[in-house]
């Protein structure tokens, strides 16, 4: 569905897109050869929620399977209530539309969906987050998450070529204990994971809270990356957090770095890569009397930028592709740019260098030939 579409059936409210970033309909990309370049370029995407992408179609056809009635007529009555002004009221939409997922093939679906869409849009290589927490605590085995992902994995790899890797989020507003017996539960499928990450509700869930588990994680092999939403209580200090003291090797949105040249200065040192979303993180209102593009702002102070969709299904159906278009417009990115974020996210990748370098010239050659 066109986001404007979805904006005038929802044409109600004024609180749809009140999320910083979210400013309602942006106007088509103004030069079409642009556009082409960005849907033909070979791209990657870290910041990308599988749960997110449950397009509402799906919601209906696991329901159907798994004997659950949904309270909406129809497909337009669900994407109707997607209805949010900040991160609470979003998340609560979100984990609520993830019941759905009960078995196996219901990963597998929902994983091999989200892939088949990726390569149409031209990305070969993605590392997706899912959230185990909400789904142990309805009695769903983590077997079958990491087993129905995986198999996904695997057959969209060889019937689509497009590769990916999968990092487990702890939910940062359920409690501690609750994260390391996700990941006391995970361990024994850690060839199936590249690392952990940390998502869901800042306020109140300081990075630190999760130090032990980033230890363990990383005592098995896996790499760590943290949520630090912008505009949120405190940001600064956490950003300082997983920076300085927890040692995160990516960081997820993270805007509000550009408030301090400090951070602005340890992350460059440190050559930090950023995963950012801009239809949902895209700038910084609530601290700022003007706002400020976070995507314009990080490039101008020389921060490695990634870009991705992060939750597309609760987004107007946007993938990487359509948001890469319109921060053309919105953070006035100039092709060289683009190819540069391209570039970031290639070597932002939990991979080998042999393999960062192969896709890198696939990236390369493709910039030649345009």
């Known amino acids: 569905m066109d986001r404007r579409d979805f904006i005038r059936g929802l044409a109600a409210t004024t609180a749809i ?4 970033g979210r400013g309602g309909a942006v106007a088509p990309v103004s030069d079409p050869a642009l556009a082409a ?12 929620h599988l749960e997110g992408t449950l397009e509402a179609e ?6 159907k399977r798994n004997g659950m009635n949904l309270p909406f007529a129809d497909v337009a009555a669900m994407k109707a209530s997607y209805i949010y002004h900040d991160l609470p009221s979003f998340l609560a939409i979100y984990y609520d539309g993830m019941k759905v997922l009960q078995k196996e093939p219901d990963f597998y679906d929902l994983a091999y969906a989200y892939l088949a869409k990726a390569a149409s849009q031209n990305v070969i290589y993605a590392e997706m987050f899912f959230d185990p927490q909400e789904h142990l605590k309805r009695g769903v085995a983590m077997a079958d998450m990491i087993g129905g992902i995986t198999r996904a994995r695997g057959d969209a790899e060889a019937k ?4 990916s890797q999968l990092i487990l989020c702890f939910v940062r507003d359920h409690s501690a204990q609750s994260a390391m017996a996700a990941l006391d539960a995970a361990l024994p499928f850690k060839a199936d994971l590249v690392g952990v990450g940390l998502d869901s509700d800042e306020a109140g869930n300081p990075p630190e809270k999760f ?5 363990k994680a990383r005592a098995n092999g896996l790499k760590v990356t943290a949520h630090c939403d912008v505009d949120q209580t405190d940001t600064l200090r956490n950003i300082r957090t997983v920076l300085t003291d927890l040692k995160v090797d990516r960081i997820d949105h993270g ?8 951070l602005v200065a340890i992350a460059k040192a440190r050559g930090i890569y950023f995963t950012v979303c801009p239809t949902f993180s895209g700038t910084l209102r609530r601290t700022e009397k003007v706002p400020v593009d976070v995507v314009r702002a990080m490039m101008d102070a020389g921060l490695k930028v990634t870009i991705s969709s992060d939750d597309p299904a609760y987004m107007g159906s946007e993938y990487v592709d359509d948001v890469l278009i319109r921060a053309v417009e919105r953070s006035q990115l ?3 740019e683009l ?12 991979l080998p260098e042999t393999d960062q370098s192969a896709m890198l010239a696939r990236l390369d050659a493709y910039v030649k030939a345009a």
């Open 17 to 20: 897109f009140a999320l910083p």
């Open 37 to 48: 370049f960005i849907r033909g370029m070979p791209k990657s995407e870290y910041h990308v």
């Open 58 to 63: 799906m919601k209906f056809a696991l329901a």
């Open 160 to 163: 689509l070529g497009i590769r």
């Open 211 to 215: 130090r032990e588990h980033f230890a």
């Open 255 to 262: 805007g509000n770095i550009v408030q301090s040249p400090e």
């Open 334 to 336: 100039t092709r060289a």
């Open 339 to 350: 190819i540069a974020i391209a570039r970031n996210g290639f070597e932002a990748a939990w």
